[in-house]
Nanobody, 124 residues
Framework: QVQLVESGGRLVQTGGSLRLSCAASGRTFSSYSMGWFRQAPGKEREFVTAISWSGGSTLYADSVKGRFTISRDNAKNTVYLQMNSLKPEDTAVYYC?????????????????WGQGTQVTVSS
């Protein structure tokens, strides 16, 4: 059974930075692409970013491009989300997810497994 455990979410001021981590276990981490999604209160879950199995390819939502960076360490079975220049509209629960594909995917339907989420709150 795959388990994904996120950490790193907290309250931060506008303009600040955070790094989220997601530790995976249960199947060969390096064989699958990983993604980060977020869900704000009253809104649907939305794609943030994804990274391919090797880390060689990434995708970003326009809203975070240039501010967020996804990376992975296959030796540690961990994916990271570095978030800089945070804005109040980045406030959400952030979810890590593992897809069934090697290469990056946008849609939630491509992802088999999800973490429990970690709260990020950006104060204005």
């Amino acid at each position: 059974q795959v388990q994904l455990v996120e950490s790193g979410g907290r309250l931060v001021q506008t303009g600040g930075s955070l790094r989220l981590s997601c530790a995976a276990s249960g199947r060969t981490f390096s064989s699958y692409s990983m993604g980060w999604f977020r869900q704000a209160p009253g809104k649907e879950r939305e794609f943030v970013t994804a990274i391919s199995w090797s880390g060689g390819s990434t995708l970003y939502a326009d809203s975070v491009k240039g501010r967020f960076t996804i990376s992975r360490d296959n030796a540690k079975n961990t994916v990271y989300l570095q978030m800089n220049s945070l804005k109040p509209e980045d406030t959400a629960v952030y979810y890590c997810a593992q897809s069934r594909f090697m290469h990056t995917r946008w849609g939630t339907s491509a992802y088999d497994y999800w973490g429990q989420g970690t709260q990020v709150t950006v104060s204005s």
